[in-house]
């Protein structure tokens, strides 16, 4: 069985519009364990163990956004869902080549599926990274 490792090197504040790389791997066959439907068009994408993203999969959004790195934790409330997330660091190994880590902290975030915003807040009561 054939496994696809995916590294992409993030932006600093840990956005990625991520719909085209999703599309290439759907339609070239290659995917993660699956998707899992969350709320109003919004799916966790399960691509490794390292690699768990919330995404947009509705197609009224133009600019959607994806939150990337590790999602570790996420509820729903009402449109909104709240999220806790390990952030990546990619950095070039002892070889040159391009390879990442997981930073030691856990950043928090709020999506709002009505608007198709993106808000990092103080710590969440009842999420937690790993």
């Known amino acids: 069985m054939a496994s696809l490792i995916l590294k ?12 085209p790389i ?3 791997l759907f339609i070239t066959g290659c995917k993660g364990d699956g998707a899992t439907s969350i709320i109003n068009g919004y799916q966790i994408v399960y691509i490794s163990n390292d690699s768990i993203l919330i995404d947009y999969a509705g197609a009224d959004n133009k600019d959607k956004v994806t939150l990337e790195a590790r999602i570790d934790a996420y509820k729903v409330e009402g ?17 040159g ?8 902290t856990c950043e928090y975030w709020i999506i709002d599926t009505k608007k198709h915003t993106l808000n990092k807040v103080n710590p969440i009561n009842d999420l937690h990274c790993r």
Not at 79 to 95: G, S
Request: glycine share 8%.
């Open 8 to 19: 992409i090197s993030f932006g600093s504040n840990g956005l990625l519009r991520l719909g």
């Open 97 to 104: 080549n391009s390879d990442y880590r997981m930073l030691p």
């Open 22 to 24: 999703l599309f290439l």
């Open 79 to 95: 449109d909104k869902i709240l999220v806790a997330r390990t952030p990546q660091e990619v950095y070039k190994n002892e070889r």
